[in-house]
């Protein structure tokens, strides 16, 4: 049974960590927050530790440290984005191992600092990737090896998520705190492509407001237009009413059906994690790259097709 601690207990992401430790078999023994709605903790961990205080839950972990019986094995980090970096540093040098939602970081520069504290603690970093465990991606990509098309398939990826008007006010609502909404809701989906589709080889961005964005990814295996949004107002009329979010993903026009299976995912990536199968720091780069480059590149017009449908609505 390993030990662990969970440093942003009270976020939306959190719960499913909860249960991944505990259905993979390992205990929940300290959690952080500085909000206290964390009642959850109750039903998974009830004799977990809980600090809404950093300085205090570092404290602790120090302390139990010096004893090999109760010291951590594990942070797991469900905290702002903008906190992860910070996050990660304090899980490796207590001793721990640490596990970290996505977006990882926002740099390539930040990946490369924190390899060297993996390497200065003798500690590893796993990031939750889930998609890559995902049944139908999954397939997907052993279809796309098999049939070693001739041509890049062309592929639409739309995900339209609804938020009310708490999400601006939050953190998430806040570039600086987020880093957009690409990086905050497309990271692992950028991710799944190059898992599928290989190397990215180019990234154009033909729109991004606070509430959208969408661009044209090339990989090398792979014509890829893209459409995030958290505006309701974009969702489908078939959707438009039924359900808040909508995710599609067609490859030359064959719909590959995936808006079920997420919820086990996490405990299947702590499952791979535990078993020394989790994928880490150079894992993560390939999505971090992509998204640094959305965040920095000028907006260009959609020429040759590249376009996403869904763009001439706003543009």
């Not at 040098?93 to 520069?109: A, H, M, S, Y």
Request: aromatic share 10%.
């Amino acid at each position: 049974m390993k030990r662990f601690a969970l440093i942003g207990a009270a976020g939306y992401i959190a719960p499913r960590h909860m249960r991944a430790i505990k259905d993979t078999g390992n205990e929940l023994v300290s959690a952080y927050d500085i909000n206290d709605s964390v009642g959850i903790i109750d039903s998974i961990s009830p004799t977990s530790e809980f600090f809404t205080e950093f300085e205090r839950f570092q404290e602790h972990a120090h302390r139990i440290k010096r004893n090999p019986l109760t010291a951590l094995d594990y942070v797991s980090i469900c905290s702002p984005n903008y906190l992860h970096h910070a996050h990660i540093v304090a899980g490796l040098r207590l001793g721990c191992d640490v596990i970290c939602e996505k977006p990882l970081v926002p740099t390539p520069e930040n990946l490369d600092e924190l390899a060297k504290v993996e390497q200065e603690t003798g500690k590893r970093l796993y990031n939750i990737l889930q998609l890559r465990h995902h049944q139908a991606i999954l397939k997907l990509k052993d279809k796309v090896a098999r049939e070693k098309a001739e041509h890049k398939h062309d592929v639409e990826l739309t995900y339209i998520t609804s938020r009310g008007k708490w999400y601006m006010e939050s953190w998430k609502g806040d570039p600086r705190k987020s880093f957009g909404v690409a990086t905050n809701i497309g990271v692992h989906f950028y991710d799944m492509l190059h898992f599928i589709f290989g190397a990215l080889q180019r990234n154009v961005v033909h729109f991004v407001s606070e509430y959208k964005a969408a661009g044209y990814l090339e990989y090398e295996n792979a014509r890829v237009r893209w459409f995030l949004s958290i505006d309701a107002g974009d969702l489908p009329s078939e959707v438009k009413g039924k359900k808040p979010t909508y995710r599609s993903i067609t490859v030359d026009g064959d719909e590959i059906e995936f808006s079920e299976g997420f919820t086990d995912l996490h405990t299947v990536s702590y499952q791979e994690i535990l078993a020394g199968r989790g994928y880490g720091i150079e894992d993560a780069r390939h999505c971090v790259e992509t998204v640094s480059t959305i965040r920095s590149a000028p907006i260009s017009s959609a020429q040759n097709g590249e376009g996403h449908p869904f763009l001439d609505r706003f543009v």
